[in-house]
């Protein structure tokens, strides 16, 4: 079974300009989470999706972030303009149920990260 | 709102010597309590968990954590250290009383080196 994908693995852009992250979750995963580590800092919820509908996206630092998932398969997260403090690993993770349902075990899946570099 | 704390950025430890990563945490309910490693250029794995139940949990790779409720910590703890044990560990929380702010999900602390020394 595969894994979380993400891509691309690393973005190098100027300020400005626009970036768009990939992931595609485990097959039959109706959450999908998006998170952000900037470095050396903790890794920060960004949104959560069911399906395709948003179901928290408190996280989100402001309107220059957008994130779908259409048809509740793959999601992108676009980045437009970015700015210097954009830069960071953008995480993305999976799960079937919401944790605290009765017989999850609990854990996301996390995919290897994209890692953006605003300059 | 939940939070977690791992006070110590980076952890050295000499091959096969016990270690310990620490991690404490503060919830408003009964929390859930997740370890993840992150081995360079990877994804994060999940190692272990915390629910209900006994409070010493054994994850993967010969991992253990204890949870401490009156403590509110759940250290990281292995017998013997392997240097293929190199790797940035994340502690996470879940506070079932807790809706929105990103609380379907886990909250993170930041993550603390472990260096695993020949």
């Known amino acids: 079974e595969a894994g979380v994908t993400q891509f691309p693995s690393h973005s190098v852009i100027e300020k400005g300009q626009t970036v768009t992250l990939r992931c595609d979750p485990i097959s039959g995963h109706d959450n999908l989470y998006w998170y952000r580590r900037v470095m050396g800092k903790e890794i920060k919820f960004l949104l959560h999706?069911?399906?395709?509908?948003?179901?928290?996206e408190s996280g989100m630092p402001n309107n220059r972030f957008l994130a779908e998932r259409t048809g509740g398969t793959y999601s992108t997260l676009k980045v437009q303009p970015a700015e210097l403090e954009d830069s960071g690993v953008y995480f993305c993770?999976?799960?079937?149920?919401?944790?605290?349902?009765?017989?999850?075990?609990?854990?996301?899946?996390f995919g290897e990260g994209s890692r953006l570099t605003v300059l | 709102a939940q939070s977690v704390a791992q006070p110590e950025d980076q952890v050295n430890v000499a091959e096969g010597n016990p270690l310990t990563v620490k991690c404490t945490y503060s919830?408003?309910?009964?929390?859930?309590l997740f370890w993840y490693v992150q081995y360079p250029n990877r994804g994060l794995q999940f190692l272990l968990k915390y629910i209900t139940g006994d409070n010493l949990v054994k994850g993967s790779y010969g991992f253990e954590a204890e949870f401490n409720k009156s403590q509110t910590s759940f250290h990281l703890k292995k017998p013997s250290a392997l240097v293929s044990d190199s790797a940035l560990y994340f502690c996470a929380v879940r506070d079932p009383m807790y809706s929105g702010g990103g609380a379907d999900g886990l909250t993170f602390g930041k993550g603390t080196h472990l260096i695993i020394q020949p």
């Open positions: 919830v408003s309910g009964n929390p859930y």
């Open positions: 999706f069911v399906k395709e509908s948003k179901q928290d």
């Open positions: 993770a999976s799960s079937q149920k919401q944790l605290w349902n009765s017989g999850n075990t609990g854990e996301l899946f």
